[in-house]
């Protein structure tokens, strides 16, 4: 509760801060109260009362409006990104140290409500970013909106013409020719576009590998068909888990036997920009000699 919706209820202004000395009610941003005290605060609920300290024009914008969307591929951080429209956001002093804010005007529609709080809409939060960020974070953002479906390839054909005479429009143009929306996280993302940069780029995703019956035998994040060989993206939330581990081991067991070489790939690999083309390298000169 902002503290005008508490004096429009009847509180006085004594009274709010009593509330808040003794604990009742928890400052959570510049007027801005948790009004159960036994609430947890959580990183929306500090989005959302960052937003309401701004005042009503206030959207949540960049890697904040990504983060709100469930589109992945930046680092997370603990800074708020806000936009106000104009010189509102020039004129605003923000004492909180965790909040970013911006000078960010768009047309009409571009601002939705997510949960409660002004947002970009998927489409301008996706622009915004790919024009002020390096490539494997932009590709990233691109594949996971497009995997998750909060865009699609024709909205696609729409960024030229928003990113045009824009800082950054040209590196942002040539993210979106890379953009696949069947990767299915950030690191096989970046997985493949250390392939693509070391000139071993795979041939499919999601490669489905069947038997000679068709039963499905396992599905490769990557795969390079001639070969025979699929790259798997191991992120610890998919992979580390007991149950995972077995199904993995098990899939991994039915294309070794179906002649199928196996190559894991981690986050750490890819800070590497040579050891994946390399394995992979390596692993296409063993089949083609064997």
Wanted: charged share 25%.
């Amino acid at each position: 509760m902002t503290r005008a919706q508490a004096l429009q209820l009847g509180f006085g202004r004594h009274e709010i801060d009593n509330l808040v000395t003794f604990g009742r009610w928890r400052p959570l941003a510049r007027a801005v109260y948790l009004i159960d005290p036994q609430a947890p605060v959580t990183r929306r609920s500090r989005i959302r009362a960052a937003a309401l300290s701004l005042g009503p024009s206030a959207r949540a914008v960049l890697g904040t409006a990504a983060e709100l969307h469930g589109i992945a591929g930046l680092p997370r951080t603990e800074e708020i990104h806000l936009a106000l429209p104009g010189r509102a956001a020039r004129a605003t002093r923000v004492r909180d140290q965790a909040i970013v804010l911006h000078q960010l005007d768009g047309p009409s529609g571009s601002v939705v409500p997510v949960r409660g709080i002004a947002t970009t809409s998927p489409l301008r939060t996706v622009v915004d970013i790919i024009l002020r960020t390096p490539r494997y974070p932009a590709v990233s953002v691109l594949d996971s909106a497009l995997n998750r479906r909060l865009i699609t390839e024709a909205d696609l054909s729409l960024v030229p013409a928003l990113v045009r005479r824009r800082r950054g429009a040209v590196a942002a143009r040539g993210y979106l020719i890379e953009a696949d929306g069947r990767a299915q996280s950030p690191l096989e993302t970046r997985t493949r576009l250390r392939c693509v940069d070391g000139r071993v780029p795979p041939d499919a995703l999601q490669l489905e590998v069947r038997d000679a019956d068709g039963y499905l035998l396992g599905i490769g994040d990557l795969g390079w068909r001639g070969p025979r060989i699929v790259a798997e993206a191991d992120g610890r939330s998919a992979h580390d888990t007991p149950d995972a581990v077995f199904i993995d081991r098990r899939r991994q067991n039915r294309l070794t036997n179906a002649g199928w070489n196996i190559l894991r790939f981690t986050w750490q690999d890819t800070l590497d920009p040579d050891y994946i083309p390399w394995t992979v390298r390596q692993a296409i000169a063993t089949a083609i000699h064997s």
